[in-house]
């Protein structure tokens, strides 16, 4: 493989405290070294990224990227390149019926990184579209435990937990109960689970407390009703005990799960989430979540520092899928970086209520780097 050498960018690595002017160079899939003025061997290619961000690879915890065996998949180089992520992780867009078809048609060989959650309900997310919408969790007779752990163990290598979704939409009068099937699940196989919430039923108290350490609650941020936090802008206490026995948070922006309100309360409160994620799928790729790097720009924009917003989609998303390899841009380590502009500008950016906030940055995709091959950005999304 071609050697490859970005010059002169910005390396901000925060999980090791690294933000230096530096050229980063790759060779065989890894990195090579990281320093100035490296010399660049004969018939290298050379990416000048002067004035630009190069971070280690950005992971986007909560994709939906099973692109034609599920509806709302979306294409996963096309999204990678438009978010400079290398890494997705799917979060259970497919089941222990239709993992096969994933593994074989999109994930294995691809360009990029895929590592999915498998979905409890045997057909994954099945029917989810601007016309038809039925949860996998609703009808009972869709979830198999011994299905679930059967396949999850026979695809460990790529497999990385057990994802459920549960409320009002996603289980319906199933309430609690396919929550406590993957939990079952996840503890045969020795995986976490990820759990979506939706609105009641049922509660955020039932769903927090069954949560164990390394667990995920998605939608962490999501907007009245289950929101994290009170009225008068206090932490829960259900979620503050969450945490400290170990349970992770991610946002999982999407289409309906990402409230302007809900965090300003918990950003003043002290409480960022561990992980800044998409959940990018058919619908939010039109908004208001468009991609990764445009919800990473909502938090810039609400005043967390550019080092702890891209901590949480690279050093902690890796750890979340426990996988620590990724997330970070060390000397023959995994040669995965994302190239990146911050923007300086007028945008406007929406929460799922419709809220508007008004924002004068906004982080760009100028190039990604996966096991060690330069991608162009794809056309980035306009936001409104």
Known sequence: MTEL?????????????????????????????IGPDLAVPAGAEVKDVRGLIVTPGLIDLHTHVYWGGTSLGVDPLSVARQMASPTLIDAGSAGAGTLHGFRKFLIDGAPIRI??????????????????????????????????????????DIVVGIKVRVGRSASGTSGIAPLDMALDVAEEVGMP???HLDNPPPSRLEVIQRLRPGDVLTHCFRPFPNAPVTPDGRVR?????????????DIGHGGGSFGFKTTRGMLAAGFLPDVISSDIHEISIHGPAYDLLVTLSKFVCLGVPLPEVIRRA????????????????????????SVLE????????????????????RLLARGMVASGRWFDPAAQPTIS
């Open 314 to 337: 690279t050093q902690t998303a890796g750890q979340a899928v426990q996988r620590p390899e990724l997330g970070k841009l060390v000397e023959g380590g995994i040669g995965d970086a």
């Open 193 to 195: 689970v990820m759990c």
């Open 115 to 156: 590592l999915p959650y498998l979905n409890l309900s045997y057909p994954g997310i099945f029917a989810f579209s601007q016309a038809v919408m039925v949860g996998e969790c609703a009808d009972i007779r869709l979830l198999d435990s011994r299905e679930c752990a059967k396949v999850a163990a026979a695809n460990r």
């Open 5 to 33: 050498v970005l010059k002169g960018g910005r390396v901000l690595d925060p999980g090791r405290g690294v933000d230096q002017i530096a050229d980063v160079a790759f060779a065989d899939g890894r990195v090579r070294a």
């Open 237 to 249: 206490e259900e979620i503050a005990a969450a945490r400290e026995r170990g349970v992770l948070f």
């Open 342 to 361: 911050l923007a300086e500008g007028e945008w406007s950016y929406r929460d799922v209520l419709g809220e508007r906030l008004a924002g004068k940055q």
